[in-house]
């Protein structure tokens, strides 16, 4: 069974931090890669972070420096620690599994909603 639970999101004054957690069945979190994207009121979906199978991690630009992905393999779990928070980075966050490497993300969670208040 595939599926993808998240959690973590809330509301935040800038500057502050927020830790999301997508909790994965086994099956999933065997994937190639496991991603983090975002999507803000009025815009299409972004990149945010993703961790492969192999440990590497991938950020996009808006966001380096100031988020870090990490996963636990015994939990099943993957975290996206979000610090410096601003008010750009308001959006609806939902992890993903891209379950191999030829694939792009074929499953996605239902979204935990972050809002940063300025």
């Known amino acids: 069974q595939v599926s993808l639970v998240e959690s973590g999101g809330g509301l935040v004054q800038a500057g502050g931090s927020l830790r999301l957690s997508c909790a994965a069945s086994a099956r999933t979190f065997s994937s190639y890669a496991m991603g983090w994207f975002r999507r803000a009121p009025g815009k299409e979906r972004e990149f945010v972070a993703s961790i492969r199978r192999s440990g590497a991690t991938y950020y996009a630009d808006s966001v380096k420096g100031r988020f870090t992905i990490t996963s636990d393999s015994a939990k099943n779990m993957v975290y996206l620690q979000m610090n410096s928070l601003k008010p750009e980075d308001t959006a609806d966050y939902y992890c993903?599994?891209?379950?191999?490497?030829?694939?792009?993300?074929?499953?996605w969670g239902q979204g935990t909603q972050v809002t940063v208040s300025s």
């Open positions: 993903a599994a891209q379950t191999d490497w030829f694939k792009t993300y074929d499953y």
